[in-house]
């Protein structure tokens, strides 16, 4: 049976994050440790998951991917840095493309910090389409990729980080949060609320 090195840093990567039928128990942390291969009766990947192991196929797409994601980059590292003794400490420069894919709300907010915590030297270009995603990373390093006519060109936007999720798909996204056959009636409801036409606000809203 061959063992994952690092299996530490996955902990700390997922200790506050929750999948599954546990994500709406707060209390309840889920811990993964020690990953690895085992090779009887055919070469299947192990890790254990508060205490009880699972095959790697048993997880969902979210954690899977993210597993393999930590994985990839602290192999990688390992390999570039073969006499040192903190080798997640190297330099490198990382591309990932649709971070958020499959993962869960509460890993899409910390996906990039804890990345750049964990691997603190290394660069990372990060592509995403989620306004989740967006609301942790700092203005400074988003760059908003436009493609007109073959032309790429790039904005960045004025803030960021901490903004809720309607703010950052208006904002920065340039999309209406609400569907826009509701953000009609919204505004047809507020215009009959504001020219005093309360029966006609009412019967509007019940429709």
Not at 64 to 91: M, Q, T, V
Request: proline share 6%; glycine share 4%.
């Amino acid at each position: 049976m061959h063992r994952f090195p690092h299996n530490m840093e996955l902990d700390r990567l997922l200790e506050e994050s929750g999948s599954g039928s546990h994500w709406r128990d707060k209390k309840k942390k889920i811990k993964y440790s020690n990953l690895r291969i085992k090779r009887i009766p055919r070469p299947h990947m192990l890790v254990d998951k508060n205490g009880e192991t699972f095959n790697l196929e048993q997880l969902s797409d979210g954690e899977k991917n993210l597993i393999a994601l930590i994985g990839d980059i602290a192999r990688r590292l390992s390999i570039a840095n073969p006499f040192s003794k903190e080798p997640l400490l190297g330099d490198g420069i990382i591309l990932i493309d649709e971070v958020d894919l499959h993962l869960h709300p509460a890993w899409q907010r910390l996906i990039i910090p804890r990345l750049t915590k964990l691997f603190p030297n290394c660069q990372f270009f990060i592509t995403t389409h989620s306004p989740l995603v967006i609301s942790h990373v700092n203005p400074d390093n988003i760059f908003l990729l436009q493609n007109e006519d073959n032309i790429m060109t790039y904005k960045k936007p004025e803030e960021s980080f901490g903004m809720s999720v309607d703010r950052v798909v208006e904002l920065i996204m340039d999309q209406d949060a609400r569907p826009s056959e509701t953000k009609k009636n919204l505004n047809n409801l507020f215009e009959l609320i504001e020219r005093n036409k309360i029966d006609d606000a009412k019967k509007v809203l019940k429709e």
